[in-house]
């Protein structure tokens, strides 16, 4: 895995050396990010050549090379451009060494970079998908507590993804997005990512083994008989306590993972919406809380077994859900049959323009005055029928444009049944 890595990388540091060649008016961007990635090639290189521990001690350095290099960058280009006037010698030395090689900077195309964002953590909320799947010994009893904890996982991943693409990423309720808003809120945005995906992935590869353990209580015949129900290439992978660290692992990664969307969604500028019943801070500080909660539940140890603690996770991640949807509802609205009695069926008001002959317009408007519902199949009909009759009689009429509006019905439906 480690050499796909390092392929993919001193290519791209290849590529930036040629680019560095071919445009100079971005050479020292390219130059500093080749060099860049370089410097954590060899760190990379170098711990594959060390034992365990050790190989953690070039390990972490290159993982922050790889995260936070573009930040080297950011801070070389505001350091040659703020310097034009300058006053001191060290300032001059700036203006005349840094500006020139970095007056310019890489087009970079944010809605792109936003869908490959988006892209990948589609692809790690998947490996919680992938992390439930486990083999039955029968399908005749599939309903048992390996598959309510499955079941169980598969809501923390339609939670996380409601929450991030449905309610923080909506492009309908972003006002500025954290790219554009300022070079902070755009280092945190992507900063924050790399914290909500390592910790998902972490939670995930925890659930697996949480799945499949088997610590419910009860007797010897009972754990002997929760062990039949795998099928025989899952046997050895289940075990009958849960180990401490797994605990800690799965609760500190979804804890992780939801306080990053929490920073996420505060990187970002939503539009505000009037009348909601909670605002966004609020909702923020809520979800902050969840996560606090989550991280804490491992000290109760094995008091909680394998199903409750991932039931009470599930259960907290969807409050959350339920939480930020109630929050984005607007007071006055009724939260669970709006748009849906009759009540909000007949505050909606249609506008309609379709042309109708007097006779039938006449019928219509008779209709609407005896309060009588009139839907669109009827008046679909009545124009089909005008048309019908059109067509029987073959003939031709020249109309003035008067006329032809006159012959326009222009009206409202009172109601939609």
Same mark, same amino acid.
């Given at each position: 895995?480690?050499?796909?890595? =390092? ?8 590529? *930036? ?19 860049? +990635? ?6 990379? %290189? ?14 972490? &350095? ?7 290099? #573009? ?50 953590? +589609?692809?790690? $909320? ?6 439930? =799947?486990? #083999? ?64 998902? %992935? !972490? ?8 799945? *499949? ?13 929760? =062990?039949? !129900? ?13 180990? /401490? ?12 993972? $939801? ?11 939503? /539009? ?6 909670? /605002? ?16 804490? $539940? &491992? %000290? ?8 409750? !603690? ?5 259960? $907290? ?10 929050? =984005? ?18 505050? %909606? ?5 379709? &042309? *109708? ?6 019928? *219509?408007?008779?209709?609407? /005055? ?48």
């Amino acid at each position: 895995m480690t050499a796909f890595f =390092l392929a993919e990388r001193l290519f791209l540091s290849l590529y *930036l050396v040629a680019c560095a060649f071919i445009l100079p008016n971005i050479r020292g961007t390219c130059v500093v990010y080749a060099f860049v +990635t370089l410097v954590t090639c060899a760190l990379w %290189i170098g711990s594959i050549h060390l034992t365990w521990p050790s190989q953690l001690a070039l390990i972490f &350095p290159a993982i922050f090379g790889d995260v936070f290099g #573009q930040m080297l960058m950011i801070f070389i280009m505001r350091l040659a451009q703020g310097h034009k006037d300058a006053k001191t010698s060290f300032q001059r030395f700036l203006r005349d060494r840094l500006t020139p090689y970095f007056e310019f900077y890489p087009a970079i195309n944010i809605e792109h970079r936003v869908s490959r964002h988006s892209s990948f953590v +589609t692809l790690v $909320l998947g490996s919680a998908v992938l992390s439930i =799947l486990y #083999q039955s010994a029968s399908a005749h009893s599939p309903l048992n507590a390996f598959f309510g904890k499955a079941i169980l996982g598969l809501v923390l991943a339609y939670s996380f993804n409601w929450i991030y693409f449905d309610i923080d990423a909506d492009q309908d309720r972003i006002h500025v997005h954290a790219i554009r808003r300022h070079r902070f809120a755009a280092l945190t945005w992507t900063t924050l990512h790399v914290w909500f995906v390592m910790g998902f %992935i !972490l939670a995930a590869a925890a659930l697996a083994d949480i799945i *499949l353990a088997r610590d419910l209580g009860g007797t010897e015949e009972a754990v002997e008989r929760s =062990l039949g !129900l795998l099928g025989e290439t899952f046997r050895d992978r289940s075990e009958e306590e849960l180990e /401490k660290g797994l605990r800690w692992y799965f609760c500190g990664g979804i804890s992780a993972a $939801l306080a990053a969307t929490a920073g996420i969604s505060f990187a970002h500028v939503h /539009k505000t919406i009037e009348h909601a019943r909670l /605002k966004k801070h609020p909702r923020l500080r809520f979800r902050v809380i969840i996560s606090i909660i989550i991280v804490c $539940l &491992p %000290i109760a140890g094995d008091r909680l077994s394998s199903v409750d !603690l991932v039931a009470i996770v599930a259960g $907290l991640v969807v409050l959350q859900v339920f939480l930020e949807v109630y929050g =984005l509802s607007c007071t006055g609205d009724r939260f669970w049959t709006n748009g849906w009695c009759k009540e909000s069926k007949r505050q %909606i008001r249609y506008s309609a323009r379709c &042309p *109708l002959d007097r006779k039938r317009r006449k019928m *219509l408007e008779k209709k609407i /005055k005896a309060g009588e519902e009139v839907g669109i199949e009827e008046i679909l009909r009545m124009r089909r029928g005008q048309e019908g009759s059109r067509e029987s009689l073959d003939s031709e009429t020249t109309l003035t444009d008067g006329k032809e509006r006159d012959n326009e019905w222009w009206g409202g439906i009172a109601s939609m049944g």
